[in-house]
């Protein structure tokens, strides 16, 4: 998985909240223990803020974010891709023909890894940014690499190539990709959630 950028602001907001939240409980664990007269022998430290923040930024980037209720208040706007997509598409090579395959998304708040693979051929995202602030809606751009096949056409190597993807509803993602300079190839795909 490699990070992502996003134009949305929750990144600066919510580390800012989890170190406030860090401070508070590590300050207030200080006050515990100062009222109580309990002693932490000296191979065992209090939780520090840094300890704190660390533990609250894990579980928050693997698992809380995609929480509903968050989307709901508006303290989380990044969309949750993770998950198993169908995808159908159209080339303008191999005589302009429809394909079809499957995308595998693997998604944290900060790391995305986008995998296609077709009969032909299989690719990795390498970049990739999740915009929420387009005009056309929120929008899934990536660049990727692509390993054809043994049954490729042979004119098929390996090569890079960019996604643009807009997302009308939860689960579905349509838009348009193009490859390298000497591939000279384009065209569109339609992604289905399929879990």
Known sequence: MHPYATDSKERVN?????????????????ILLSKSGTQWPWCLEAPS??????????????WLWRQK??????FVRIQD?????????????YNNEDFAGEIHIRQTWTHLSIVMETDRSRSQSLTA???????????????????PKPNALPTMHTHRGTVVLRLRDEGF????????RDRL???????RRRR
């Open 14 to 30: 919510i580390v800012v909240a989890l170190a406030l939240l860090s401070v508070a409980i590590t300050y207030s664990f200080h």
């Open 49 to 62: 803020v840094w300890g704190v923040f660390g533990g609250f930024y894990v579980v928050f980037d693997k």
């Open 69 to 74: 209720w968050l989307h709901k208040v508006g």
């Open 81 to 93: 891709l993770n998950g198993r997509w169908s995808v159908e598409g159209h080339s303008s090579t």
């Open 129 to 147: 940014s999740l915009l929420l602030n387009q005009p056309d809606g929120i929008t899934l751009s990536y660049e990727y690499r692509n390993e």
């Open 173 to 180: 993602l349509e838009g348009d990709y193009y490859s390298g």
């Open 185 to 191: 190839n384009y065209g569109s795909l339609t992604l």
